[in-house]
């Protein structure tokens, strides 16, 4: 281990407010008040002056916006490209062939959280939810699943199995790659192990335990039977454009040819995300200009850009202010931001903690693992990426552990919580289409995703 570390105030206000941050989260409150005075007060010390401060708060925000930008765009299309293709149909289409596969409570089971997953990979869990949601939901509850198992298929498959990794859109493992310094490729691929752990024990876990007792105790009554039996007559009765029919097998189609070569490719990162990106712009305008014309194409896919990046600033302009003041400390963006009076701040800090306390891989691991949940209080499941990168980072430069893996427990263990399975504010989505109570849904998710984060962690510190 390295020498003493000379710590200064701004190191001191880092810590501070980092420890602060934690705090707000688990009060359940808004950081981005925490996270702007954060900034002030660290850029006031840094630079000398009050109007320093003032400038870092700006500069600190617009470092955020640079690091995450191709974030926010990749997933801003996808939506885009799911609001086109939902009004003509296309989307129910899609989905259809697994509806139909439908015979079973547990077979309802499987595929509605198969499918959610799926559709995760390509347009994220939040509209998916909505997506997938109405349309499996009423078959599910129709032979005799629950309303609060296809919740929970909903919830662990999508914000939990597929978002925890984010395979496809990398919005995750991005974040989380740019504060840790290392590539998307390492993370990608130190999460897949430790997601496969997770969700296979908290899957297991879910439908030994909870689902399948569930299933036990539930009954369909011939009243609930025969308005299921309508909606869905309705919905086999509509008559669906040759647009929509075409787009339910080629928009799939296109995307699972592309996912192989870029795989094959050994395309990755934001080359990957860039070929996806316009991938989905391209299949937009086609379909919105066969079903709407010349006429109104136009209008229809600006009009579906616009939904798309609303949809996509909401989810990430709280980020901004929250990854601008962890990105002060850590190094290159802290010299970004501060120019010659950046420092590592993060980086001095935690080897001052590991010279003041006896810790090793096996304490970091798990304590990695606790400070990924807190963060992950927010709701969000991303918010503080940044941070958990950073930290990883720094224990993998004091204590020689593997960065990348240490990193990618810290995605995993934040978005399992925080991304939508066990906080309440963060399963409404699903809440809302199931008619689930939130607090219901979190209180059957909590052992699941426990337990599967408690075996990832296992698993990484062996790995590490």
């Known amino acids: 281990m390295e020498g003493a570390v000379q710590l200064t105030a701004?190191?001191?206000v880092y810590a501070a407010f980092v420890i602060l941050i934690f705090v707000v989260l688990?009060?359940?409150?808004?950081?981005?008040?925490?996270?702007?005075?954060?900034?002030?007060?660290?850029?006031?010390?840094?630079?000398?002056?009050?109007?320093?401060?003032?400038?870092?708060?700006?500069?600190?925000?617009?470092?955020?916006?640079?690091?995450?930008?191709?974030?926010?765009?990749?997933?801003?299309?996808?939506?885009?490209?799911?609001?086109?293709?939902?009004?003509?149909?296309a989307i129910y289409l899609m989905v259809r062939p697994a509806r139909q596969l439908m015979r079973t409570p547990a077979l309802a089971f499987w595929i509605t959280g198969i499918v959610m997953y799926i559709a995760a990979l390509f347009i994220w869990p939040s509209p998916a939810t909505a997506l997938v949601g109405a349309i499996l939901f009423p078959a599910a509850l129709s032979?005799?699943?629950?309303?609060?198992?296809?919740?929970?298929?909903?919830?662990?498959?999508?914000?939990?199995?597929?978002?925890?990794?984010?395979?496809?859109i990398q919005g995750a493992p991005k974040l989380t790659a740019e504060a840790a310094g290392v590539p998307v490729g390492e993370i990608i691929a130190a999460s897949i192990p430790l997601n496969i752990v997770a969700s296979v024990v908290a899957l297991v876990v879910a439908w030994f335990?909870?689902?399948?007792?569930?299933?036990?105790?539930?009954?369909?009554?011939?009243?609930?039977?025969?308005?299921?039996?309508?909606?869905?007559?309705?919905?086999?009765?509509?008559?669906?454009?040759?647009?929509?029919?075409?787009?339910?097998?080629?928009?799939?189609?296109v995307f699972l040819v592309e996912v192989i070569i870029l795989i094959v490719m050994k395309i990755r990162g934001g080359d990957a995300t860039a070929v996806l990106g316009g991938t989905a712009l391209i299949l937009l305008s086609i379909f919105c200009m066969w079903q709407h014309g010349f006429r109104k194409g136009p209008e229809s896919i600006t009009d579906c850009v616009r939904e798309g990046f609303m949809f996509g600033m909401k989810v990430f302009a709280p980020v901004f202010t929250v990854a601008g003041f962890y990105l002060m400390g850590v190094p290159g963006h802290a010299e970004a931001i501060f120019g010659e009076a950046g420092k590592p701040l993060i980086i001095d800090l935690i080897k001052a903690l590991s010279n003041a306390i006896p810790v090793n891989k096996v304490i970091v691991g798990f304590m990695h693992t606790v400070l990924s949940g807190i963060t992950g209080l927010d709701g969000s499941g991303f918010n503080d990426l940044p941070l958990m990168g950073a930290l990883a980072a720094s224990w993998g430069q004091a204590l020689n552990l593997k960065t990348s893996t240490l990193a990618a427990l810290g995605q995993i263990s934040m978005i399992?919580?925080?991304?939508?399975?066990?906080?309440?504010?963060?399963?409404?989505?699903?809440?809302?289409?199931?008619?689930?109570?939130?607090?219901?849904?979190?209180?059957?998710?909590?052992?699941?995703?426990?337990?599967?984060?408690?075996?990832?962690?296992?698993?990484?510190?062996?790995?590490?």
């Open 10 to 12: 701004a190191h001191w």
């Open 26 to 89: 688990a009060l359940r409150r808004d950081t981005a008040i925490i996270s702007v005075i954060g900034m002030f007060l660290l850029g006031w010390i840094l630079l000398g002056n009050p109007i320093g401060g003032l400038q870092a708060i700006f500069n600190g925000m617009v470092r955020a916006g640079t690091v995450l930008l191709d974030v926010v765009f990749i997933i801003s299309i996808v939506v885009a490209l799911a609001k086109g293709l939902e009004p003509m149909g």
């Open 143 to 168: 032979v005799g699943l629950p309303a609060i198992s296809t919740a929970m298929a909903i919830n662990l498959f999508g914000h939990g199995v597929c978002l925890s990794t984010d395979l496809v």
């Open 209 to 253: 335990l909870v689902v399948r007792k569930d299933i036990a105790a539930h009954t369909v009554t011939e009243t609930e039977y025969l308005k299921f039996e309508e909606e869905r007559a309705k919905a086999e009765a509509r008559e669906y454009p040759t647009a929509a029919k075409v787009a339910a097998w080629l928009v799939p189609l």
């Open 416 to 464: 399992w919580i925080g991304g939508g399975t066990i906080i309440p504010w963060a399963v409404l989505p699903v809440s809302a289409i199931t008619g689930v109570p939130a607090i219901d849904l979190c209180r059957k998710n909590f052992w699941p995703c426990i337990t599967g984060l408690l075996a990832a962690t296992i698993v990484a510190i062996i790995l590490m």
